[in-house]
């Protein structure tokens, strides 16, 4: 199943001991966990502290881990389960009340792959919090298959593998959600436009 | 579910297994979410990860191992051929530690067997064994033995003090004796309660000292020589109307004697005890003197008179003895023994 999978082959090496081999995976795999959390909870200080502790178990169970999956099947997995037990502790989704506060954002410097203006990032900061309020009113698979399919960027397979669902399935969902994201996140989109051609000039 | 499935089916073969124009306007709102500057938890999470490694292999706790390509898991020899002969092979040490349970185990039940089991079996009597429950009774058979011997010398004292004597006189005698004496109450009485008052000291409520003051009152103490002259030459204070007085008199007595201070304390703390004259009896002990309490004693001063050759002294006070012991003096020749 995993035959020609480079990532389960570095993490059985790092379970043999080879450490370089975990800093590889942790760089590839760091932005998508990161924005899964980031995305799913809507919290900054939340979304670090389920993907350090994501990483925490990747750790702990490298003995254990057989490669019956891929690895980013696994990974997100432990992912998965980081963020239903955080879910299950505050009893309901974090984003609700925790959404990124615009200040916070500004006192922290942020690596993005460009380089914004304090007003460019403010409106980023914008849609993406009506990006988190537009994912709050899909249904949960709907929500799992979105934020899988664009924060974590898996393809429809592998969505498929980690929720155990067929394909078509999978793609079922995302074809529901996406109208009403672009529905709701019609002001967000039309920022991100005026943005990117802001950093295109 | 349904409603996924039934008006979207057909557009579904549309969408790529990976992120295809269609999506790339909401793929891009997730992919422009901001990254937190993370080097100090890339740091933490990949130091945990180097020093998680390093520990699982320095500890070599048999996790540690090497996966083929197909799949399949072989042993990790790594950590014996690091170390060489230096350390016990990995094998062999996870052998090691599969028979320590087993050390501990053994040990267990030896420790089982041999110290608390016994205890268990322990009789209520604090005695495991036979032998050690009669090797107590020995240092018991001991102690009763002793208590015994008390006991013995007490009845003694008491056949000593001749109180049988005294008990079988008539009254009249004794009466008549006190009187002539000037003595308020009969001698009898008086010598009953002296009887009594030696006995309330050898019958100490407490065993040990009951043995104690039944072996300073084996032989006349420096007390009772003191006390007794005294009661000789202060006749008027040691008049007596009640108990009371009589144990107050008892304590300045014994207040009096300097030497012997314990052992004063001690005998007249249990005289104070337990007096045994009555209330609203008079006695005028000093006129009666102390060889004429007893038959014994006034049998013994008269033969110390004849020896001493007091023979005038002695034939009086033989004549008083035939006067209050007619009976029991009537064999007593103390001039015929003496000669």
Known sequence: MTDGDPDSAAMQRYASGEDAAFEGLYRKYQPRLYRYFLSSTGSEAVALDLYQETWMRVIRSRATYTPQSRFLTWVFTIAKNCLTEYYRAISRPAHVTQAIDIEDMGDEQHVTDSVLSPEESALLVQYTDQLYTALETLPQVQRDAVLFRYAAGMTISEIADLMNEKSETVKSRLRYALPKLRSMLRESLQLQELAGEHIRQ | ?339
């Open chain 2, 1 to 339: 579910m349904t409603t996924e499935n039934t008006p979207a089916q057909s557009s579904n073969s549309n969408l790529p297994d990976d992120i295809d124009a269609s999506e790339a306007d909401i793929a891009s709102l997730f992919a422009n979410q901001p990254l937190p500057q993370m080097k100090e938890l890339d740091d933490l999470v990949l130091a945990r990860a180097s020093s998680a490694q390093h520990s699982f292999q320095e500890k070599g706790s048999g996790k540690a191992q090497k996966r083929a390509p197909d799949g399949s898991t072989v042993q990790n020899d790594n950590t014996v051929d690091s170390r060489q002969s230096k350390v016990v092979p990995f094998r062999q040490r996870d052998s090691f530690r599969h028979v320590f349970p087993g050390i501990f185990a053994a040990a267990a039940v030896v420790v089982l067997a041999v110290v608390v089991v016994p205890l268990i079996q322990q009789s209520p009597d604090g005695f495991s064994t036979d032998k050690e429950r009669d090797g107590h009774s020995l240092s018991s058979d001991a102690v009763s033995s002793t208590a015994d011997k008390a006991s013995d010398v007490t009845s003694d004292l008491d056949s000593d003090a001749d109180s049988a004597d005294f008990a079988e006189l008539p009254e009249s005698s004794i009466r008549g004796f006190s009187q002539s004496l000037g003595a308020d109450v009969s001698v009898k009485e008086a010598v009953e309660s002296k009887i009594q008052t030696d006995s309330v000291v050898l019958e100490g409520t407490q065993e040990t000292r009951q043995n104690k003051a039944t072996t300073q009152s084996l032989a006349p103490t420096p007390l009772e020589a003191e006390s007794t002259a005294l009661m000789e030459s202060q006749p008027e204070s040691l008049e007596f109307s009640t108990s009371q007085d009589q144990t107050d008199a008892a304590t300045d007595i014994n207040a009096k004697s300097s030497s012997s201070a314990a052992r004063t304390t001690t005998i007249s703390t249990e005289r104070s005890i337990k007096p045994t004259v009555e209330t609203g009896i008079n006695i005028t002990a000093s006129t009666t003197p102390v060889f004429r309490q007893t038959l014994t004693m006034w049998k013994e001063a008269i033969l110390e008179m004849v020896t001493n050759d007091k023979r005038d002294e002695a034939k009086r006070e033989l004549e008083l003895l035939l006067e209050h012991y007619p009976q029991e003096a009537k064999s007593f020749k103390p001039f015929a023994e003496v000669d």
